[in-house]
């Protein structure tokens, strides 16, 4: 089976990190969000990978030739942003009839991966939320049936939001919905939904059955990300730096310090991800991700997602403070 991973798309939530870095390879306990999707579709014995880039595609490139040397994969580029439901269309003459699993790429879930390549039929990934109405919606009969799905509807009438996880079964169908809802012009939102050519094939027969994913990990903007990062590490843990790496610091686990960081009269942590090559010294960092080749000094961190190659230097006091003597240096106003 092979598996399709779009990751075109701008990441404008995430601005201006994304910018100069694809979302799906922004650093999250200790590996990149595209590797946590990577590596658990290995596991479960998928070897072939259809990338499906745009915006800053050949990092993406780059970044899969030197982290997955042996995996076979092909890259699509998108260069309209059309939506999902073009992007997917470029990968036909690549599939063919055959079965694909496909994974957004910003798309982090626990699942059985396994047990969904098996399933007989096609799948959706769902997970409850509290309001679905920005996410694609399925509508699901009592046995798990889908019997229909929705693109972000103004009055949902299910709870249970796709989470970016499809094993489709009938591609061809799959193929001819999207080529329908494109020559139809069918948009939604200004884009061509993924979510439309799959109700399509809902109508046209196809028989789709949902699955509950255990934990979904939104990585779409910062406060999720940053959430996300913390729940993480708190599951996969990480390996203790090399003691050459840290000087008079203090590390509140969890915390995942990159290849060639050097840290000095620091605290670091709860919830901490730090890239390779970066320096932090004289500084606070918590619940914090900072990418690679960055120069933190004399500051203190909190709720922050810092990019690679950035340099912050904070305000250094000399203070003579008396007894009973209350300082705010914070900057908020009364």
């Known amino acids: ?192 939904s993924l979510t439309d050519a799959l109700d399509c094939m809902i109508e046209s027969g196809a028989t789709f059955r949902s699955f509950k994913v255990e934990h979904w990990y939104d990585c779409g903007k910062k406060s999720s990300l940053i959430e996300s990062n913390a729940i993480l590490l708190k599951k996969f843990g990480s390996e203790p730096p090399a003691a050459d790496q840290m000087q008079n610091t203090v590390l509140i686990q969890p915390v995942s310090i990159g290849k060639g960081c050097v840290i000095k009269n620091a605290v670091i942590g709860p919830n901490v991800t730090v890239g390779e090559n970066t320096i932090i010294n004289y500084s606070i960092v918590r619940d914090s991700i900072i990418g690679s080749y960055s120069n933190i000094y004399q500051i203190v961190l909190e709720n922050s997602l810092i990019g690679s190659d950035a340099e912050i230097k904070g305000v250094s006091r000399n203070l003579n403070i008396g007894d009973n003597t209350a300082v705010d240096l914070s900057g908020g106003r009364n």
């Open 1 to 192: 089976m092979k598996a399709i991973i779009p990751v075109a798309g701008a990441g404008t939530k995430l601005r201006p990190h994304t910018y100069t870095q694809p979302k799906a390879l922004i650093p999250l306990a200790g590996k990149t969000v595209l590797s946590f999707i990577i590596d658990q579709l290995r596991s479960a014995g998928i070897n072939e990978y259809i990338f499906i880039i745009g915006y800053l595609g050949e990092k993406i490139q780059d970044y899969i030739h030197q982290a997955y040397p042996d995996l076979q994969c092909s890259f699509i580029t998108q260069n309209e942003r059309t939506g999902t439901g073009p992007a997917i269309m470029l990968t036909r003459e690549m599939v063919g009839d055959d079965e694909v699993l496909i994974v957004l790429g910003d798309t982090i879930a626990d699942f059985n991966v396994r047990e969904i390549m098996d399933a007989p039929c096609s799948m959706l990934g769902v997970k409850k939320v509290d309001d679905p109405r920005n996410f694609g919606v399925a509508e699901i009969a009592d046995d798990g049936t889908v019997t229909r799905v929705v693109e972000k509807p103004a009055i949902p009438k299910s709870n249970m939001a796709l989470v970016g996880v499809y094993k489709i079964r009938e591609t061809n169908v799959l193929y001819q919905c999207l080529e329908k809802i494109v020559s139809s012009n069918l948009k939604k939102y200004e884009e061509f």
